[in-house]
């Protein structure tokens, strides 16, 4: 059986141009993820285009589905050091974050640096 040629050649045709859509938004996200500082940058990432097509039962038709998916890299951990004491008059614990700044430190602004404080 011999069939003629597809019209369908190149995949830039595709659905009027989607998949070439679709692959660029996919694409804008990975490369955003690579330059966000707060991301692993040896981390792979990668763009997965799939092309479904589904023909009638008397196959004189047949759908086409595009999608475009992306896997990213996840944001990497952020580690804080935590000072603790507990309130004996409350039995409440006290955490404050440890930071560069001295508490009742005047700033060049003129404030006084004061430390956050959570009580759990």
Known sequence: MSFQKSSINELDSLARGALNERFNEELDKVLAN???PNTDPKKERSVTLVIKIKPNDRRSQATLTLSAKCALAPAMPV???LFMQKDYKTGRVI?????????????LDGQTTEPKTAQL
Do not use: F, K, L
């Open 95 to 107: 955490a404050t974050e440890v930071t560069a700044e001295i508490p009742g430190q005047i700033g």
């Open 34 to 36: 690579i330059y966000d």
């Open 79 to 81: 580690a804080t050091d």
